[in-house]
């Protein structure tokens, strides 16, 4: 299973678009990738998939380059409620590996 | 659909009880996982079964966990003894695919 890497925290205000990158420089061809959100007290959420290119869908945009040795979780104009943990995986094997996540905080 | 329903959803027990989590999943799901999150190690998987079937359980941490899918729409994790290191939030999630699973709301157990 490929390793991924991401930041552990990042700040937003409300309005801003947010940019989350992870990276997976060992990704297998078969590979997708894909994000999760938890927030607290609550199990994680599927936001979106991607192989290639971008993905986009009513929540976030995904972005990926053409060596998908990177990922790009983008959150158009962010909301208090954004405030959670962001999981970026890549796999597709018959488990996840779930790493520390990003903890983003939006602030008024 | 209801989503994933675990129960019960706090419990609290003192060292050396039996403690057991349900789980019942989505229906038309063929896998289930069953996930431990704590602050120290995040979110660990501990065993996940295909068509009621066991196929990995190798994150299960000793002999005291004990996983059970006697069907389709229920699944048990049991621990016996219980120790106040297994304190922790255990989820469940069901999926059709493996990378988009849904989550339970989870079961926070604390063990005193």
């Known amino acids: 299973l490929a390793k991924t890497t991401q930041p552990i925290s990042m700040d937003s205000y409300e309005g801003q678009e947010v940019n989350i990158t992870c990276s997976h420089n060992?990704?297998?061809?078969?590979?997708?990738i894909t994000w999760y959100q938890q927030f607290p007290s609550q199990g994680p959420r599927f936001i979106i998939q991607?192989?290639?290119t971008k993905v986009t869908n009513e929540v976030a945009s995904l972005f990926i380059p053409a060596d998908r040795k990177s990922s790009t979780l983008s959150l158009p104009r962010v909301s208090l409620s954004d405030t959670a943990v962001y999981y970026c995986?890549?796999?597709?094997?018959?488990?996840?590996?779930f790493g520390t996540g990003t903890r983003l905080q939006v602030f008024p | 659909d209801a989503g994933v329903i675990q129960s019960p959803r706090h419990e609290v027990t003192e060292m050396g009880q039996e403690v057991t989590l349900r789980c019942k999943p989505i229906?038309?799901?063929?896998?289930l996982f069953w996930y431990r999150q704590t602050m120290m190690r995040g979110l660990e998987l501990l065993i996940y079964?295909?068509?009621?079937?066991?196929?990995?359980d190798s994150g299960m941490p000793e002999d005291r966990f004990s996983a059970k899918m006697p069907n389709a729409s229920f699944s048990t994790l049991k621990i016996q003894p219980s120790e106040p290191r297994d304190s922790a939030v255990y989820f469940c999630?069901?999926?059709?695919?493996?990378?988009?699973?849904?989550f339970g709301p989870g079961t926070r157990l604390t063990v005193l």
């Open positions: 995986l890549v796999g597709d094997a018959d488990k996840l590996i």
């Open positions: 060992n990704i297998a061809t078969n590979d997708y």
């Open positions: 991607g192989y290639k």
């Open positions: 229906s038309g799901h063929d896998y």
């Open positions: 079964f295909n068509n009621n079937v066991p196929i990995d």
């Open positions: 999630a069901t999926t059709m695919r493996v990378d988009t699973q849904y």
